[in-house]
């Protein structure tokens, strides 16, 4: 285990987590607005909300990572790998992440809503100067452990060719040989990138509270 | 984009087997996890501040490291300390090493979520320990485990599409490779999410009717 693998983990591990970041604040934006489509009034949105958390809850992320990278070239339309990826993990954490802020939001007391409302304020605006901050306050224990879900799952974003922590570290494998300290150490990256993670969230925390 | 149904329809038969071996090496994998996260649990309990902290470190590193690299480090690993796995052993242990970690902290979260009063009011009416954690401790937490544990289970079924990349023949690999194979990956995705979906869904359903069933026999009793 020389200096040089260490290097080259680490740099995987650097587009490991800016993969992640990306998809996870994606996947945060998209799942605010999947969570409002599936506590719509109107009954047609509301269904399309709930099929879409079902659906990218209810079937592997692996089989969403192939079905981007093989269909969408196939629907005309060619990205990079890395864009399908980051799209991937945005599309399925959005189902997780309005799964978890559901409680927060049927959670704001409908007076601050009705108050704004008074005073004027966009719906637009009623939504990110109020329910969200409040929602987001009351369900960030899960909406954190998401985010590091998903940090782990980045590295299936491996299969569909993107030069990520796993992706290095298996091709180090196979031309060093040494599987074993070659995984440990890119599980021991994982750790310290899960371990900022969660640090940067009690961060969060403590500005939000 | 053409969509071939008949293509779909021929594939139903080799589906089926990958689904087969889908559902029994989750099934497989997820009661062994279910067992031994039980065990780490129990013993992180009930066996000193030593075991306590060794059981803490082993789901701290399980918990914050990918399912696709303890797999990786189990089957490629292996052969190098004596361990040489077919695809499918290495799946059936990764995936109780894996689920494990989860299940132990489920089952922890339960242990401490049984009320302290219902324990000493069992031992004031003259339960011995042994009686109090069996007919008491262990049915409320039992009762209160159970959705985050059909939860996990869920995850665990979606976690065993991993296998296909060490080899398992399970449902994913058996589409992907077809889907190749006949360069119809829209047909073969479509199926796979689609089976994966209804696994989910019915596996769902079945979770929500035991807790149904099992708070009702709770409160009968």
């Given at each position: 285990m020389t200096w040089r693998y260490v290097e080259l983990l680490a740099i995987g591990a650097a587009v490991t987590a800016g993969v992640s970041i990306v998809a996870i604040l994606l996947g945060l934006g998209l799942g605010v607005l999947v969570c409002s489509a599936s506590l719509a009034r109107s009954g047609a949105v509301r269904a399309a909300g709930r099929l879409y958390i079902s659906f990218f809850r209810g079937s592997p992320l692996l089989v969403q990572l192939l079905m981007i990278y093989y269909l969408l070239p196939a629907a005309g339309i060619n990205v990079p790998s890395l864009v399908a990826a980051v799209l991937g993990l945005a599309l399925c954490t959005a189902a997780y992440q309005a799964e978890n802020l559901r409680g927060g939001f049927l959670s704001v007391a409908p007076g601050l809503i009705e108050a704004a409302q008074m005073l004027g304020m966009a719906p637009w605006r009623i939504l990110l100067r109020i329910r969200l901050p409040i929602a987001l306050r009351l369900t960030l224990p899960a909406v954190l452990n998401e985010a590091i879900m998903i940090l782990k799952a980045s590295s299936l974003v491996s299969v569909v060719g993107v030069e990520e922590l796993t992706r290095s570290a298996q091709n180090l494998a196979t031309s060093t040989y040494r599987p074993i300290p070659i995984y440990a150490a890119a599980g021991a990256f994982y750790l310290i990138l899960n371990r900022l993670l969660a640090g940067g969230g009690g961060v969060l925390r403590r500005m939000l509270g | 984009m053409k969509f071939d149904v008949g293509l779909i329809l021929s594939w139903i038969p080799a589906a089926l087997a990958g689904l087969e071996i889908t559902i029994a090496v989750w099934l497989a994998g997820g009661l062994c996890a279910l067992a031994l996260g039980f065990g780490v649990a129990a013993a992180r309990r009930f066996g000193g501040a030593l075991v306590d902290r060794a059981l803490t470190l082993y789901v701290a590193l399980i918990r914050d490291t990918p399912f696709l690299i303890q797999l990786f480090l189990l089957y490629y690993g292996g052969p190098f300390v004596?361990?040489?796995?077919?695809p499918y052993q290495a799946g059936l242990i990764g995936l109780t090493v894996y689920g494990s970690a989860y299940f132990a902290e489920i089952i922890r979260a339960g242990f401490e979520a049984v009320p302290v009063g219902h324990q000493e009011a069992a031992i004031c009416a003259g339960l011995t320990r042994a009686q109090m954690v069996r007919r008491i401790l262990l049915p409320e937490m039992a009762l209160l485990v159970l959705p985050p544990v059909v939860n996990m289970q869920i995850l665990l079924l979606k976690e065993t599409a991993v296998l296909s990349i060490v080899t398992v023949p399970e449902l994913t690999m058996t589409l992907t490779s077809l889907g190749s194979e006949h360069f119809a990956f829209a047909e073969a995705l479509s199926l796979l999410a689609g089976l994966y979906w209804v696994l989910v869904e019915v596996t769902g359903a079945l979770g929500r009717f035991a807790e149904r069933r099992l708070a009702r026999l709770s409160f009968a009793a």
């Amino acid at each position: 285990m020389t200096w040089r693998y260490v290097e080259l983990l680490a740099i995987g591990a650097a587009v490991t987590a800016g993969v992640s970041i990306v998809a996870i604040l994606l996947g945060l934006g998209l799942g605010v607005l999947v969570c409002s489509a599936s506590l719509a009034r109107s009954g047609a949105v509301r269904a399309a909300g709930r099929l879409y958390i079902s659906f990218f809850r209810g079937s592997p992320l692996l089989v969403q990572l192939l079905m981007i990278y093989y269909l969408l070239p196939a629907a005309g339309i060619n990205v990079p790998s890395l864009v399908a990826a980051v799209l991937g993990l945005a599309l399925c954490t959005a189902a997780y992440q309005a799964e978890n802020l559901r409680g927060g939001f049927l959670s704001v007391a409908p007076g601050l809503i009705e108050a704004a409302q008074m005073l004027g304020m966009a719906p637009w605006r009623i939504l990110l100067r109020i329910r969200l901050p409040i929602a987001l306050r009351l369900t960030l224990p899960a909406v954190l452990n998401e985010a590091i879900m998903i940090l782990k799952a980045s590295s299936l974003v491996s299969v569909v060719g993107v030069e990520e922590l796993t992706r290095s570290a298996q091709n180090l494998a196979t031309s060093t040989y040494r599987p074993i300290p070659i995984y440990a150490a890119a599980g021991a990256f994982y750790l310290i990138l899960n371990r900022l993670l969660a640090g940067g969230g009690g961060v969060l925390r403590r500005m939000l509270g | 984009m053409k969509f071939d149904v008949g293509l779909i329809l021929s594939w139903i038969p080799a589906a089926l087997a990958g689904l087969e071996i889908t559902i029994a090496v989750w099934l497989a994998g997820g009661l062994c996890a279910l067992a031994l996260g039980f065990g780490v649990a129990a013993a992180r309990r009930f066996g000193g501040a030593l075991v306590d902290r060794a059981l803490t470190l082993y789901v701290a590193l399980i918990r914050d490291t990918p399912f696709l690299i303890q797999l990786f480090l189990l089957y490629y690993g292996g052969p190098f300390v004596g361990l040489e796995l077919e695809p499918y052993q290495a799946g059936l242990i990764g995936l109780t090493v894996y689920g494990s970690a989860y299940f132990a902290e489920i089952i922890r979260a339960g242990f401490e979520a049984v009320p302290v009063g219902h324990q000493e009011a069992a031992i004031c009416a003259g339960l011995t320990r042994a009686q109090m954690v069996r007919r008491i401790l262990l049915p409320e937490m039992a009762l209160l485990v159970l959705p985050p544990v059909v939860n996990m289970q869920i995850l665990l079924l979606k976690e065993t599409a991993v296998l296909s990349i060490v080899t398992v023949p399970e449902l994913t690999m058996t589409l992907t490779s077809l889907g190749s194979e006949h360069f119809a990956f829209a047909e073969a995705l479509s199926l796979l999410a689609g089976l994966y979906w209804v696994l989910v869904e019915v596996t769902g359903a079945l979770g929500r009717f035991a807790e149904r069933r099992l708070a009702r026999l709770s409160f009968a009793a």
